[in-house]
């Protein structure tokens, strides 16, 4: 049994800054990678940005610039820093965790997800 646990989500105005959390726990071996997801209302959920176990990042072309993923591997958490949030990063955020349990069976699991919601 595995859980994320997300945090950190809330309301910011334009230009402002929010730095989201996941936390991963339980039957875990390793974990391979973690990323962030959104979903505007009414839309299909989009990666936001991603992360290796090794460090290698990737990012939606949308926040590049703008948003840092990080991880802590000792910790099992996964960060996304959000820097100059517009109006449109308004969305459900979704942490995304691609693991081996302990029983060496890959799972992909997801948060509950966290609401941004950046005011003009």
């Known amino acids: 049994q595995v859980q994320l646990v997300e945090s950190g989500g809330g309301l910011v105005q334009a230009g402002g800054s929010l730095k989201l959390s996941c936390a991963a726990s339980?039957?875990?071996?390793?974990?391979?990678?973690m990323g962030w997801y959104r979903q505007h209302a009414g839309k299909q959920r989009e990666l936001v940005a991603s992360?290796?176990?090794?460090?290698?990042?990737n990012y939606a072309d949308s926040v590049k610039g703008r948003f840092t993923i990080s991880r802590d591997n000792a910790k099992n958490t996964a960060y996304l820093q959000m820097n100059s949030l517009k109006p449109e990063d308004t969305a459900v955020y979704y942490c995304?965790?691609?693991?081996?349990?302990?029983?060496?069976?890959?799972?992909?699991?997801w948060g509950q997800g966290t609401q941004v919601t950046v005011s003009s």
């Open positions: 339980g039957s875990i071996f390793s974990i391979n990678f």
């Open positions: 995304n965790v691609n693991l081996h349990t302990v029983m060496g069976v890959p799972y992909n699991y």
């Open positions: 992360i290796s176990s090794g460090g290698s990042t």
